[in-house]
């Protein structure tokens, strides 16, 4: 069984950063692509940052430069750093994997960027 649990977010004022964990279970980590979705309010869903499992990295236009992805696989876990957050970063984020073309998602983590 495929679970994905996400932590790490919570509030943070403008310009401040955070670190998203994403621990899989359930697949051969290194062999899949692991991507980082995120939901605001009233908003859909986003694709913001995938890695590959030998760490091939891709972001969204809004993020480069700002939020980094990284794996480690001795440990299932995938991370997305953000720095320089702004309000319009506020949002669920989601981690995703695909196998065999069935999506698997976490439950999410709130990020929440306010003054």
């Known amino acids: 069984q495929v679970r994905l649990v996400e932590s790490g977010g919570g509030l943070v004022q403008p310009g401040g950063s955070l670190r998203l964990s994403c621990v899989a279970s359930g697949i051969v980590f290194n062999m899949y692509v692991i991507a980082w979705y995120r939901q605001a309010p009233g908003k859909q869903l986003q694709l913001v940052a995938t890695?590959?499992?030998?760490?091939?990295?891709a972001y969204a236009d809004s993020v480069k430069g700002r939020f980094t992805i990284s794996r480690e696989n001795a440990k299932n876990t995938v991370y997305l750093q953000m720095i320089s957050l702004k309000a319009e970063d506020t949002a669920v984020y989601y981690c995703n994997v695909a196998r065999n073309g069935v999506p698997y998602w976490g439950q999410g983590t709130q990020v929440t960027v306010s003054s």
């Open positions: 890695i590959t499992g030998s760490g091939s990295t």
